[in-house]
C-alpha cells in the first residue's frame, strides 16, 4: 500500500500538473484571471534557475572530503534509482540522472576506502521488470574491475525504508564502518532510515543538483526547464522526508 501511495505522489507533486489543474480550472470559471495568474506565479517559480538553485543548495548535503572518511571502511552502501530497467534491448545498462552514485562508490574502491561495495535497490516500478537496477550496477562494477568477492548485492527494497531494513540483514556482527552513497538530495532522509534501524553510516553525498551560485541575468530572468525538473524533483523529496519523518521511517 505504502509503495503504490508514494506512486500517485510522485503524480501529484509534478509542476507540471499544477499548472494543468490551474488551466482547466481557468477553463471552466467564469472569471477565469485568478486561476490564469495562479498558473503564471507557479510557471515563474518552478521555471526561475536562481530560485530553485537556491532551494537545492540549502536542501542538498555538501560534498564530503576523503580526508574525513575512515581509511578503510567495511563497506559503501551503493543505492540505486540511476538505471532505466525498463529499456530495451536489455543487453546492456542504461544510466540516467544520479550516475554520481554508481561513480562515487567505484571510486571509493579504487582509491582503497573501502573494501566492499553493497548495491541495495530491487525495481521502483510498479509492473515486473527484466531486472534489477542491482543487477545492472553489479554488471558495470564487474565491467569496471571489481571481483565478485567484493560485491554484495540485495535486490529487494524498493524505497528508501526498505534499502536500510534489507541493508542490515546482509551485515554481520564484524562489518560495523558503512558509508552511504545516495545523492545529495536524498541523504537525509537516507541517513535518517539507516539510522532508524540501527545502522550509523558515514554520508557521502553524490549526484549533485545544485552548482555554484550564479547572478548573471539568464538565471534570474529566463524560465528553465531543468529547474522545473529540479523543483519537481525538490519537492518530491522534502515530502517524502515529512512523511518518513511522521511514520518514524526516519
Not at 565478485?148 to 524505497?159: L, T, V, W
Request: aromatic share 8%; charged share 20%.
Amino acid at each position: 500500500m505504502f509503495f503504490l501511495f508514494s506512486k500517485v505522489l510522485d503524480f501529484v507533486l509534478v509542476p507540471t500538473v499544477w499548472l494543468l489543474a490551474l488551466l482547466v480550472l481557468a477553463l471552466l470559471a467564469r472569471q477565469p484571471r485568478r486561476w490564469l495568474v495562479a498558473a503564471l506565479v507557479v510557471f515563474l517559480i518552478t521555471t526561475n534557475p536562481l530560485l530553485v538553485n537556491e532551494l537545492l543548495l540549502a536542501w542538498e548535503r555538501p560534498p564530503v572530503p576523503l580526508a574525513a572518511l575512515p581509511r578503510h571502511a567495511d563497506a559503501a552502501v551503493l543505492l540505486t534509482g540511476i538505471t532505466q530497467v525498463g529499456k530495451s534491448p536489455h543487453d546492456r545498462v542504461y544510466l540516467g540522472a544520479g550516475a554520481d552514485r554508481f561513480t562515487s562508490a567505484l571510486w571509493l574502491y579504487r582509491a582503497g576506502r573501502v573494501r566492499r561495495i553493497i548495491v541495495s535497490g530491487g525495481s521502483g516500478a510498479v509492473q515486473t521488470v527484466a531486472h534489477t537496477e542491482a543487477d545492472d550496477l553489479t554488471t558495470l562494477l564487474r565491467l569496471a574491475g571489481v571481483p565478485h568477492s567484493a560485491i554484495i548485492r540485495e535486490e529487494k527494497s524498493r524505497n528508501t525504508r526498505e534499502n536500510a531494513l534489507f541493508t542490515k540483514k546482509l551485515l554481520t556482527p564484524e562489518q560495523d564502518t558503512l558509508i552511504l552513497v545516495t545523492s545529495a538530495f536524498h541523504q537525509r532522509r537516507a541517513m535518517g532510515c539507516f539510522e532508524k534501524v540501527g545502522l550509523h553510516p558515514i554520508g557521502f553525498p553524490a549526484g549533485y543538483r545544485s552548482t555554484d551560485r550564479s547572478i548573471t541575468p539568464d538565471a534570474w530572468l529566463v524560465p528553465s526547464p531543468e529547474a522545473m525538473a529540479n523543483f519537481s524533483l525538490l519537492t518530491h523529496e522534502v515530502v517524502g522526508w515529512l512523511i518518513y519523518k511522521a511514520l518514524g521511517y526516519a
